[in-house]
């Protein structure tokens, strides 16, 4: 059954948490009284659309609907969740606070997306504050995972748990914070590390762009996957973290930062920071900036996944979820892929790089492995099949951002040999590429050739004998 969700406010956030509820099957309703409202929530989910499904290697579920709504009681009256991303100011919370509790279904969880505010203060005044609570998302919402739960001793802990079950099932990584505090987790960090900088730039001792190169060169590379206690634990060397506090731990008497202090936010001063960012971006306006950050973002995050850590074992974990379960068909031939071809992909050239036709098509013998059985627990128990040939054929073009879609068809399925026919097509039935797959079943005790375990040749027989009575898929061009 689809679910709904309420987005009251379709700013950078709200227009954010839209994006990946719809993208992930949700049904939508917006309420943002800004007439541009539709304007601006089509050019987030145009660069949400593009990137959020290059992180996975299967599609996402079906996009849901979306309603722009005149009303917040239109919006929420059927909502399973409802998200408040207004601006800042209590008293505007307050207002829409009560509005939705007035309408909201009584199991919604309601959350906010505010950066400062306390849950106990969003709760003021209400008669049933018990569904209320902080999740407050980072930009853009769609690609980055976090969110942080901060609930008030008023919200009930089931709805919590509710929550987080949802930010889960969306791909989120939702962070309990289990005390309520001011500014919560995350921002209390960016505002030590803002402060800071706003001092280097005032005392002329950076600029912007030095101070974005010491973190995206340096250690922003290191937190992006280990975060700040564990990379400090590893610079303790093989002693760890009590060695690490010894040594650097009197330096913190030192006179290295002015965290308690800030500088006023002069004309003059937020003059000079304004230009020297717009120097820093050159000639890119918001639009390409945002392209080229969640690039960046989806090449990281994959490169995590790869290693199956941090955000990328998060996306792993999701992509289990979401990904098809077997149950082929074998009157035709099988969808072994359902994908978006990632922009990590892509070479100099702007189109698919040629070893990458080979890495799909060796993920769709992966997934025909696992539709007769030779799956992660065949291999587990010390039998797979092993490539001893692929070739392929380069038909048409492929870019960063395009749906492909892989049929695979046995040819050969006798003994310890399988042989497969790959076909990749695009959205619109573009033959893009052919693959020939030539495998042999192989014990990964001795590492040599062997026979496949009964259940697994029955069913190889089988697939084999209702592929053969298809047509022969290499009579295609190329």
């Given at each position: ?128 504050p018990d569904a209320v609570m902080v999740t ?146 050159g000639d890119l306006s918001i639009r390409e ?190």
């Open positions: 059954m689809t679910k709904t969700a309420a987005i009251i406010g379709g700013g950078v956030i709200g227009g954010g948490w839209l994006a990946r509820f719809l993208l992930n099957g949700w049904d939508v309703n917006l309420f943002d009284p800004d007439p541009e409202a539709k304007r601006k929530i089509n050019a987030v989910l145009g660069n949400a659309r593009r990137s959020l499904p290059m992180l996975y290697d299967v599609a996402l579920p079906d996009e849901g609907k979306l309603t722009i709504c005149d009303t917040v009681e239109a919006a929420v009256k059927t909502a399973d969740w409802v998200q408040e991303s207004v601006p800042e100011r209590l008293d505007i919370k307050h207002k829409v606070f009560a509005q939705i509790e007035a309408f909201a279904p009584h199991d919604a969880v309601i959350g906010s997306s505010t950066s400062g505010f306390k849950p106990s203060e969003l709760q003021e005044g209400m008669k049933r407050h998302p980072f930009n853009p919402v769609y690609l980055l995972p976090l969110i942080e739960v901060v609930p008030s001793p008023k919200t009930s802990a089931d709805m919590v748990t509710k929550a987080k079950a949802i930010l889960t099932s969306l791909g989120m990584y939702p962070l309990h914070v289990r005390k309520e505090i001011d500014a919560h987790i995350a921002d209390r960090f960016l505002e030590a590390v803002w402060r800071e900088g706003l001092w280097l730039i005032k005392d002329g001792i950076a600029t912007t762009q030095e101070i974005d190169d010491a973190i995206r060169y340096g250690f922003g590379l290191r937190w992006a996957q280990m975060g700040l206690f564990e990379t400090y634990r590893i610079a303790g060397g093989e002693a760890g973290m009590k060695h690490f506090i010894a040594q650097f731990g009197p330096c913190l008497k030192w006179p290295w930062t002015k965290l308690m202090d800030v500088p006023e936010l002069t004309p003059e001063l937020t003059d000079m920071i304004a230009d020297q960012s717009d120097t820093q971006s900036l945002e392209r080229l950050r969640d690039d960046n973002l989806v090449a990281m995050m994959r490169a995590l996944k790869g290693q199956d850590s941090a955000a990328g074992a998060l996306i792993n974990a999701h992509q289990a979820q979401i990904a098809p379960k077997m149950t082929p068909d074998f009157t035709k031939p099988i969808q072994s892929a359902d994908r978006m071809i990632p922009v990590d992909w892509t070479d100099y050239n702007g189109h698919m790089n040629e070893s990458r036709y080979a890495e799909a098509f060796s993920e769709a013998v992966d997934f025909v492995m696992g539709s007769v059985g030779a799956d992660a627990a065949y291999i587990a128990s010390g039998f797979s099949y092993f490539t001893v040939d692929l070739s392929c054929r380069y038909l048409a073009e492929a870019h960063a951002g395009q749906r492909i879609t892989i049929e695979s068809q046995i040819i050969l399925g006798e003994g310890k040999k399988l042989k497969v026919h790959h076909r990749m097509l695009s959205q619109d039935g573009v033959l893009l590429a052919t693959g020939d797959h030539f495998m042999l079943h192989v014990s990964l005790k001795t590492r040599r050739t062997c026979d496949p375990e009964p259940e697994v040749m029955k069913r190889i027989e089988i697939a084999a004998k209702a592929h053969a009575a298809l047509p022969d898929p290499r009579g295609e061009r190329g």
